[in-house]
């Protein structure tokens, strides 16, 4: 191999190389994780579920973790039900104002299907966003 | 059963097919029909076709209730969800579930569970018309949040999404048959 066609090869080959080693090096979720947006949450006083039913990923058991997208106002708690019997699943979680970091909720097989509940303290949030890893 | 109710569940039953025929899951139902061509539908299947007719609660019901009348609404809605042989819902504890739950939220774990209870009886072969029901489960009226899934579930039972909702239903029935019995009630059998 010429040293210019050497050359050529490890042009093309290093922005793979980079994304594949920037991709190792990222903290946080695994790959098997699912992630879906919580878009306009309104949070109060009173348990109020999210729209929609989640199912945990993959093909073995993930953690269920909950943050907000948006800077929250207030502290809130979040917490998981089982679809099919309603009862609390995990642990709530309680988030202080402007938290906006992960909390592991419950660790549960793939396919689980649960509904996330919201409390806010003190006062009402409207259309706050955030996100659930599955 | 007189003759005549007999041959009323049958054209109600029919009824409830041509109704449903636009979407995937009511083709499902018509594929689950001709393959048992000649049977009349159960009662199971007439009650899960007049439970998917049915409008969702409407909003002013969507007030939280609280324990005894938690559990009250639940034993009324409770009644009109058709289950499989030796099915129940006495392994939801409401003292247990979120607090200050909806009529809407209640009748979504019923029929939830209910929709669980069904799976379970198709997988394990102990209902053979469990499939005609389940065809009616997208269109029931508290499952608005999962149709999508549900109906996926049931018209593609080789697939990952499959198994995963199987396995859940039965990891429900083992907390579901323990809570039962600690609250001395009869457990769901399967």
Request: hydrophobic content about 40%; charged content about 15%; glycine content about 8%.
């Given at each position: 191999m010429s040293r210019r066609t050497r050359r050529f090869a490890v042009r093309s080959l290093l922005p793979a190389v980079i994304a594949s080693a920037a991709l190792l090096a990222a903290p946080g979720l695994a790959s098997a994780d699912v992630t879906t947006d919580m878009n306009n949450w309104n949070l109060n006083g009173t348990a109020s579920p999210y729209g929609?039913?989640?199912?945990?990923s993959g093909t073995t058991s993930n953690p269920i973790q909950f943050r907000w997208l948006d800077s929250t106002p207030l502290q809130t708690k979040v917490y998981a039900t089982s679809c099919s019997s309603g009862?609390?699943?995990?642990?709530?979680?309680?988030?202080?104002?402007?938290?906006?970091?992960?909390?592991?909720?419950?660790?549960?097989?793939?396919?689980y299907c649960f509904r996330l509940w919201g409390v806010a303290y003190g006062g009402t949030m409207t259309v706050y966003d955030g996100r659930v890893s599955r | 059963m007189t003759p005549i109710r007999f041959v009323l569940l049958a054209v109600v039953a029919a009824g409830s097919t041509a109704v449903v025929s636009s979407c995937g899951a009511?083709?499902?139902?018509?594929?689950?029909?001709?393959?048992?061509?000649?049977?009349?539908?159960t009662s199971a299947e007439v009650r899960a076709a007049a439970l998917a007719r049915e409008n969702p609660t409407p909003p002013q019901f969507n007030t939280a209730i609280d324990g005894e009348v938690a559990w009250a609404e639940a034993q009324r809605r409770a009644a009109r969800i058709p289950l499989p042989e030796g099915g129940n819902f006495n392994g939801i504890e409401?003292?247990?579930?979120?607090?200050?739950?909806?009529?809407?939220?209640?009748?979504?774990?019923?029929?939830?569970?209910?929709?669980?209870?069904?799976?379970r009886a198709q997988a394990d072969g102990r209902d053979p018309h469990a499939a005609r029901v389940l065809a009616y489960v997208p269109r029931w009226p508290g499952l608005k949040n999962s149709a999508a899934q549900i109906a996926s579930v049931i018209t593609e039972p080789d697939t990952p999404l499959?198994?995963?909702?199987?396995?859940?239903?039965?990891e429900s029935l083992v907390d579901e048959q323990r809570t039962a019995r600690r609250l001395r009630l009869d457990p769901p059998d399967g």
């Open positions: 929609s039913n989640f199912t945990v009862t609390l699943v995990g642990v709530e979680r309680f988030y202080a104002a402007g938290d906006t970091g992960y909390q592991t909720l419950h660790t549960a097989s793939a396919g | 009511a083709r499902y139902a018509a594929q689950s029909s001709s393959s048992a061509a000649g049977s009349l539908p409401w003292a247990k579930t979120a607090p200050q739950l909806t009529v809407r939220d209640i009748e979504e774990i019923l029929q939830y569970n209910a929709y669980c209870q069904w799976l499959y198994s995963g909702a199987i396995r859940f239903c039965r």
